[in-house]
């Protein structure tokens, strides 16, 4: 079965090579260069595309379409369901799907792609951290073709954005291994582009999809460029092999009033924070010194010196949410606060001027993702600022990510739609993106009262009870939340600057069919 799917694909990618004009095969000598019908955008590097896993990658939504995706206001809007219904009584959401839809092989969208890709993703073997956005689901119907209903155990409220997933083919995936398949490098979708080439850490080439339901994009080939360090980016735009990058603050600044070009600064969701690992023994034991850690640390100084002003002071997960409670402990920059905390549980300074507790010396290692200069940034003036208040804090860049093992992490998450998506499954106990192992009875309560209900008076109290519970019993110490500087060539016009990004700022294609260069 494998063997057959990975020869399918591959002709796959070769026909479209073939008819997909500019789209050839990239490379550092060959990559198409910037501008006319192309549109090269530097990207970090993909090792697969695999939506129902990776819920992050900015690709996903140039290829796959979701039954519902989320307009330039992050409102809910129709995509592959044109309408919906809701049966109170039972908790069924019927979806009336779009016909003559056809993924990029040919074959017919049916009813059947949707059960099978969110059954899938709730499979716990397959391991979807988007597993929880899902777990109220009791039944899946494929009424016939055109129609699929689905049945909760209770209401969730952020159903429909959770339906804006990207829509996997049953016919190319059945009984594949939803984390090695080989189709997740030669992925098939239903979106506005196709995939015409992938040269492994180089550039990955999409092609229009002429049959696109929606009707054709503008742009007829978009190269995401591998460029994996921030300041090469920033070169390749001043040199033209770049027409689109998400640039650090530092590099972004360079690009303002520079002719032939546009910084759109893009507000985000996207916070960074200190995650501890409470399945670590230290965090068991020191849990009470946490208070501590967060108020030692200045954002706003981090802001101005990081993001050069290109951001905000973050205390809350919600806090650029219709549900955020500014009235909250936020754990403000208070070095005199921080001391006095770790005094009255007991740490006394030891000779070098660092904090103990029976004979354990207060601090922990910080450990950073590779390939971000912001995030390690940020973590560097962090540790620096526990320091001075006699907290040792060292940062270190993993090879690999060990979140059972490490003892904290520079976490980046969002929630730019509906305040339970990462908000339930990242601080509720045993969900799939709880990489912290937090646990919380209370927590835990207010996330399940907020999903429950469509009322939003009874989802502000929630959302308010969980906000101030978690500010009491830190799974997290905030930080910052980051904006995104995407400078364009000035002749790429239709980017949206009004949008709220999400995690990672992912979002800047959400309307790329109306994009032109020119």
């Not at 690709?59 to 330039?72: C, E, K, P, R, Y």
């Not at 200045?298 to 009235?327: C, F, H, K, M, T």
């Not at 940020?378 to 208040?389: K, N, P, R």
Request: charged share 20%; aromatic share 10%; net charge negative.
């Amino acid at each position: 079965m494998k063997k057959t799917l990975l020869s399918l694909l591959l002709a796959l990618v070769l026909a479209l090579t073939a008819c997909g004009g500019n789209s050839g095969t990239p490379s550092d000598s060959s990559a198409p260069a910037a501008g006319g019908s192309t549109l090269v955008y530097g990207s970090g590097d993909y090792t697969r595309i695999n939506p129902a896993m990776d819920e992050h990658g900015e690709i996903n939504i140039l290829l796959f379409n979701g039954l519902t995706a989320h307009d330039g206001k992050n409102q809910v809007v129709p995509s592959l369901a044109r309408s919906w219904e809701f049966d109170e009584s039972t908790y069924t959401y019927t979806f009336h799907l779009e016909e003559g839809v056809k993924w990029h092989d040919g074959q017919p969208f049916t009813a059947g792609d949707v059960k099978f890709t969110i059954e899938a993703i709730m499979d716990p073997d397959n391991g979807s951290e988007n597993a929880p956005n899902y777990e109220d689901v009791e039944e899946i119907t494929v009424v016939d073709d055109h129609t699929v209903a689905f049945r909760l155990s209770a209401p969730n409220a952020a159903f429909l954005d959770y339906m804006t997933m990207s829509v996997l083919p049953r016919h190319l995936l059945e009984g594949e291994d939803f984390q090695e398949s080989a189709f997740f490098r030669a992925p098939v979708g239903t979106g506005p582009y196709q995939l015409a080439a992938w040269d492994e850490g180089q550039a990955i080439t999409l092609a229009r999809n002429e049959d696109y339901f929606k009707g054709p994009a503008n742009i007829e080939t978009i190269v995401f460029k591998v460029v994996t360090d921030d300041n090469a980016k920033a070169v390749q735009m001043q040199s033209g092999e770049l027409d689109l990058a998400l640039l650090t603050p530092k590099d972004a600044a360079n690009f303002q009033g520079k002719e032939g070009f546009t910084v759109y600064e893009m507000e985000t969701s996207d916070y960074r924070g200190i995650l501890f690992n409470f399945q670590n023994p230290y965090w068991t034991e020191n849990r009470d010194l946490i208070p501590a850690v967060c108020c030692a640390i200045d954002r706003q100084a981090i802001v101005d010196a990081v993001l050069l002003g290109r951001g905000v002071p973050a205390y809350s997960p919600l806090q650029r949410n219709l549900y955020n409670l500014e009235d909250v402990e936020r754990w403000d920059c208070d070095p005199a606060r921080a001391r006095q905390i770790l005094e009255d549980a007991g740490c006394t300074l030891n000779g070098e001027g660092f904090y103990e507790r029976d004979g354990q010396e207060v601090g922990f290692v910080l450990s950073v993702g590779a390939g971000d200069q912001v995030r390690l940034d940020i973590a560097q003036a962090a540790a620096q600022q526990l320091q001075e208040v006699g907290i040792r804090c060292t940062v270190e860049v993993p090879a690999k990510v060990d979140w059972g093992g490490q003892m904290a992490y520079l976490i980046g998450w969002g929630s730019p739609f509906d305040a339970d998506d990462h908000t339930y499954k990242v601080f509720g106990t045993g969900k799939g993106a709880n990489y912290s192992g937090y646990s919380n009875p209370q927590v835990d309560q207010y996330l399940s009262e907020a999903r429950q209900s469509a009322d939003p008076a009874v989802r502000k109290a929630a959302y308010a009870r969980f906000q101030e519970a978690l500010a009491a019993d830190p799974a997290f110490a905030f930080i910052c939340y980051v904006d995104a500087d995407y400078t364009a060539k000035s002749s790429l016009r239709g980017i949206s600057p009004d949008t709220v990004m999400g995690h990672h700022g992912v979002g800047i294609f959400w309307n790329v069919c109306d994009w032109t260069i020119g």
